[in-house]
T-cell receptor, first 112, second 114 residues
Framework: DAGVIQSPRHEVTEMGQEVTLRCKPI?????LFWYRQTMMRGLELLIYFNNNVPIDDSGMPEDRFSAKMPNASFSTLKIQPSEPRDSAVYFC??????????FGSGTRLTVV | AQTVTQSQPEMSVQEAETVTLSCTYDTSESNYYLFWYKQPPSRQMILVIR??????QNATENRFSVNFQKAAKSFSLKISDSQLGDTAMYFCAFKGQGAQKLVFGQGTRLTINP
């Protein structure tokens, strides 16, 4: 089992650019979550999917953020345009009807 | 809304000592799940231990055990015989039975000194 795979591990981009973060959940898991971690706000849930369908996106901070899950093995989180305050670690996690997630290694995003 | 509070931003102990990390939570639900996650410098979030609220017996995983006090809404983590590799941020988290969202505390930075 390769676990939850996120890419890239690090991303540095200029303000105004589009950023796409990628996630491959564990095979067979039916729920996928995107979290953001910052020093000030800790771990915040941005959005989660059940069976590829977005269920709760109330944590998405602005319209600049969007997430998709076109199939059971792939999800993206896109920020367009990016701003310096978007700098954070973005985690993807997946689960299968069992309380508790398996997290990916995260993407550290820096917007300069 | 549920909230999770970790009142110890930082802790430091000597190797081989026992350390206890505190966590309190607020909920009106009777059935729920509680978790402790470890985040070492590698950044990976690792599930350490899980407790179901309907179980009276405290969960244990090797050197890690919890003290779950449902009435007091308290969920502390005890690490016995601490090791250098236990150095990490530790997050307490809550999940309602009907929910899928994990609510995290702010974390406790634990340092194990040689």
């Amino acid at each position: 089992d390769a676990g939850v795979i996120q890419s890239p591990r690090h991303e540095v981009t200029e303000m105004g650019q589009e950023v796409t973060l990628r996630c491959k959940p564990i095979s067979g898991h039916n729920s996928l979550f995107w979290y953001r971690q910052t020093m000030m706000r800790g771990l915040e849930l941005l959005i989660y999917f059940n069976n590829n369908v977005p269920i709760d996106d109330s944590g998405m901070p602005e319209d600049r953020f969007s997430a998709k899950m076109p199939n059971a093995s792939f999800s993206t989180l896109k920020i367009q345009p990016s701003e310096p305050r978007d700098s954070a670690v973005y985690f993807c996690a997946s689960s299968f009807w069992v309380p508790g997630y398996t997290f990916g290694s995260g993407t550290r995003l820096t917007v300069v | 809304a549920q909230t999770v509070t970790q009142s110890q931003p930082e802790m430091s102990v000597q190797e081989a000592e026992t350390v206890t990390l505190s966590c309190t939570y607020d909920t009106s639900e009777s059935n729920y799940y509680l978790f402790w996650y470890k985040q070492p410098p590698s950044r990976q979030m690792i599930l350490v231990i899980r407790q179901e609220a309907y179980k009276q017996q405290n969960a244990t995983e090797n050197r890690f055990s919890v003290n779950f006090q449902k009435a007091a809404k308290s969920f502390s983590l005890k690490i016995s015989d601490s090791q250098l590799g236990d150095t990490a941020m530790y997050f307490c988290a809550f999940k309602g039975q009907g929910a899928q969202k994990l609510v995290f505390g702010q974390g406790t930075r634990l340092t194990i000194n040689p």
